[in-house]
């Protein structure tokens, strides 16, 4: 069963129509990557979710039951991460664990395991300082642990790296990734780099549709653009650019040059025959694999 569906979702404020009709499912145990520019709808999108905001038209089902605005059945089921999250500052990690465990419901016993187990997976089980000490990172590191409390299957951040130094941003992406085997996660953001790192879905939203929605390795297969990578220690004169690439289709930037092909072995032989021919040897000759910053200018231009 999909953990989420949605279907024809659209949301607008005014007269700004933000989302247009948004549909895709996402299964159990994966990590979704919601990307999108600044303003592009990511919020407005997870809010309809936790049922914070009404859509216009669509659905949107959360292991089968459908969110309603004004209604937080569904949030029985879904952690949330907020882009800002906020703490009582005076308080210990284990203690705002402790008092968010009380207004969930748990049991004296339940707390103590699950906050002792959660701290531990955000690396802050031995910290007994005031959470008002704590950095940007800390803070989304317990924002994760209190979002996890009540064992959602679907935990939702949005934007939880956008404000960390690359140091916090690795600890929230190696903790979302190990937190996949428990529940399905949804990371809005707009670090292309965060999501090759750890998410196995992505759906890319541009003025208000979908412009991709599909697992990373369709992506990747889907977007080859059938390239081959050829790097040289310096850039080549223009007589050697000559006796080399003669031909072919190629675009360069320095060192780096970009060779279209449709037969690879037949590109890749003609190269290596030139090579060896002019004596001209490349540091290194590649598929090219186009990053996702590469796709995402592709798919929205
Ligand atoms: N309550 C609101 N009233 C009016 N307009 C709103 C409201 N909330 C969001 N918007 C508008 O909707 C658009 C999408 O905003 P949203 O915050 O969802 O984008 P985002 O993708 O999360 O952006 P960012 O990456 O900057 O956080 C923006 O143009 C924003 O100004």
């Known amino acids: ?37 600044n303003g592009a709808g990511k919020t407005t999108f997870m809010k309809l979710i936790v049922g914070l905001l009404a859509s216009d038209e669509g659905t949107i089902s959360v292991c089968g039951e459908k969110v309603q605005y004004g209604n937080t059945k569904t949030n029985r089921l879904i952690g949330y991460l907020p882009d800002v999250p906020e703490f009582y500052g005076y308080m210990t990690a284990y203690g705002y664990l402790t008092l968010c465990g009380e207004v969930t419901g748990l049991t004296g016993i339940e707390i103590k395991e699950k906050a002792t187990e959660l701290l531990k997976l955000v690396g802050l089980e031995n910290n007994k300082k005031k959470i008002k000490t704590y950095s940007r990172g800390m803070k989304q590191r317990l924002g994760i642990a209190q979002a996890l409390l009540n064992e959602p299957k679907l935990l939702i951040c949005d934007e939880p790296t956008s404000a960390l130094d690359p140091l916090g941003r690795k600890e929230i992406l190696e903790i979302l990734h190990r937190v996949k085997k428990q529940t399905t996660v949804i990371f809005s953001t707009h670090i292309l780099s965060d999501v090759e790192k750890i998410c196995d879905h992505i759906v890319l939203l541009h003025e208000g549709t979908i412009k991709l929605s599909m697992t990373l390795a369709e992506m990747e297969a889907r977007f080859s653009f059938n390239q081959l990578l050829v790097e040289f220690n310096q850039s080549l004169s223009t007589a050697d650019y000559e006796s080399i690439f003669e031909g072919l289709r190629v675009t360069n930037k320095g060192e780096t040059y970009l060779v279209q092909h449709d037969e690879l072995t037949e590109i890749q032989t003609k190269l290596y025959t030139r090579f060896i021919n002019q004596g001209i040897f490349p540091k290194k000759i590649e598929v090219y694999q186009p990053s996702l910053e590469d796709i995402f200018t592709e798919v929205v231009q």
Request: hydrophobic share 40%; charged share 20%; net charge neutral.
């Open 1 to 37: 069963m999909s953990v989420l569906e949605v279907k024809g979702i659209k949301k607008t404020f005014g007269t700004q129509e933000v989302l247009k009709g948004l549909d895709f499912s996402l299964p159990e145990q994966s990590v979704l990557g919601f990307i999108g520019q």
